[in-house]
T-cell receptor, first 114, second 115 residues
Framework: AQSVTQLGSHVSVSEGALVLLRCNYSSSVPPYLFWYVQYPNQGLQLLLKYTSAATLVKGINGFEAEFKKSETSFHLTKPSAHMSDAAEYFCAVSDWNTGNQFYFGTGTSLTVIP | NAGVTQTPKFRILKIGQSMTLQCTQDMNHNYMYWYRQDPGMGLKLIYYSVGAGITDKGEVPNGYNVSRSTTEDFPLRLELAAPSQTSVYFC??????????????FGSGTRLTVV
């Protein structure tokens, strides 16, 4: 079965600083990888997705992620944090064989300090 | 632009009671899913459906049942509610699987407390 590991359940950054949220996956076949964001009391929204095209994926709100097969990683970054980025972020993976089923990480809560 | 609609948003159940969580999508998605979200645990798949009349178990199906009589609706039934079912439940849908996987569209969730 697939699994996703998100290092750091809580990350704090200062406003304007770099955001780096880590995600590592386990997959024996090329996976589909996704980042979702969840604001308080809301459902999850898709930030970006990797589906075997370009390894650097750009998403909404200035976020991007890079697929690194050698490191089995898909870390999420944003050059300059904004107060509105404070939320819970989830990495998810599916693969060619089970593309209709996602496996989610346990989430990383991002706090932005003014 | 309704997307995925879940009702109710909040519910308190007593132990042993039953209820149905409703989920409707208006995007003509074939794939639909039910997840539960517990603090620090991420999302766990309860049941999913790849089309009307077809359902299958996910990672944590015990204590739940589903049906899929139409493309639009995917209700989740809780029989004999237990405190362990206290959670936030999310319904989601997607256009396709495999190479056509565009990710999920989520509903806004149902917060269920069993006392």
């Amino acid at each position: 079965a697939q699994s996703v590991t998100q290092l750091g359940s809580h990350v704090s950054v200062s406003e304007g600083a770099l955001v780096l949220l880590r995600c590592n996956y386990s997959s024996s076949v090329p996976p589909y990888l996704f980042w979702y964001v969840q604001y308080p009391n809301q459902g999850l929204q898709l930030l970006l997705k990797y589906t075997s095209a370009a390894t650097l994926v750009k998403g909404i709100n200035g976020f991007e992620a890079e697929f690194k097969k050698s490191e089995t990683s898909f870390h999420l970054t944003k050059p300059s944090a904004h107060m509105s980025d404070a939320a819970e972020y989830f990495c998810a993976v599916s693969d060619w064989n089970t593309g209709n089923q996602f496996y989610f990480g346990t989430g990383t809560s991002l706090t932005v300090i003014p | 632009n309704a997307g995925v609609t879940q009702t109710p948003k909040f519910r308190i159940l007593k132990i042993g009671q039953s209820m149905t969580l409703q989920c409707t999508q208006d995007m003509n998605h074939n794939y639909m899913y039910w997840y539960r979200q517990d603090p620090g645990m991420g999302l766990k798949l309860i049941y999913y459906s790849v089309g009307a009349g077809i359902t299958d178990k996910g990672e944590v199906p015990n204590g739940y049942n589903v049906s899929r009589s139409t493309t639009e609706d995917f209700p989740l039934r809780l029989e004999l509610a237990a405190p362990s079912q206290t959670s936030v439940y999310f319904c989601a849908s997607s256009y396709g699987a495999g190479a056509s996987n565009y990710g999920y569209t989520f509903g806004s969730g149902t917060r269920l407390t069993v006392v």
